[in-house]
Nanobody, 124 residues
Framework: QVQLTESGGGLVQAGESLSVSCTAS????????MGWFRQAPGQEREFVAC????????FYGELVKDRFTLTRDNAKMTMTLEMKNLKPEDTAVYYC?????????????????WGQGTQVTVSS
């Protein structure tokens, strides 16, 4: 059974930095991609970033591409999203997701596994 566990998150002020991590557990789990999505109250789930697990190639949503950096540690089955210059509009629950096969990386429906989410709140 595959489990994705997020850590990090919390409350910061606008302009500050924060990181969230996701660790995957479960025998024989080797994703094609791992991604982050976020969802603010009353809004749809939004793509944030994705990393191809084998190559390390990354993709970012337009709203975060100049401020967020996604890395992974294959040995630890962990990925970390470093968020800089945070803005109040970045406030959301951030979800980690795993995709087993090639798919459109920004489409949440392509992902097979999801974490429980971690809250990120940015005050103005």
């Amino acid at each position: 059974q595959v489990q994705l566990t997020e850590s990090g998150g919390g409350l910061v002020q606008a302009g500050e930095s924060l990181s969230v991590s996701c660790t995957a557990s479960g025998s024989s789990f080797w994703p094609y991609s791992m991604g982050w999505f976020r969802q603010a109250p009353g809004q749809e789930r939004e793509f944030v970033a994705c990393i191809r697990w084998q190559s390390g190639m990354t993709f970012y949503g337009e709203l975060v591409k100049d401020r967020f950096t996604l890395t992974r540690d294959n040995a630890k089955m962990t990925m970390t999203l470093e968020m800089k210059n945070l803005k109040p509009e970045d406030t959301a629950v951030y979800y980690c997701a795993g995709e087993l096969d090639f798919g459109y990386y920004s489409d949440a429906a392509e992902y097979d596994y999801w974490g429980q989410g971690t809250q990120v709140t940015v005050s103005s």
